[in-house]
């Protein structure tokens, strides 16, 4: 979008240094088009940043919602780590059970 202003500044610049005389027909029409192009920018630039503020609301809403969802998460998989050490888990030993009931 920055690429089209530019060339719109262009053009004004080339209205200006011209001296391009709006009083004829086609001065008019170009002059009309230049001011048009400037407004269109200007609405594209207006609804890009209301765009870019409605994105940013609804990544915090989504953040706060996967917070939300996802709180108990972590607690859960810590059991299942890469580093988490199994043998350190109780496990149930038939051996033990059998040297108890002797």
Do not use: P
């Amino acid at each position: 979008m920055e690429y089209l202003l530019k060339r719109i500044s262009y053009l004004q610049g080339l209205c200006d240094g011209y001296d391009l005389d709006t009083t004829t027909n086609e001065g008019k029409i170009i002059s009309e088009l230049v001011d048009i192009l400037s407004d269109v920018i200007d609405e594209m630039r207006e609804s890009r940043e209301e765009i870019e503020d409605y994105v940013d609301i609804i990544e915090e809403d989504l953040a706060d919602l996967e917070d939300y969802v996802y709180e108990n998460d972590d607690i859960e998989f810590d059991l299942y780590d890469d580093d988490f050490d199994f043998d350190d888990l109780e496990i149930y030993d038939e051996d033990e059970d059998e040297a108890e009931e002797e």
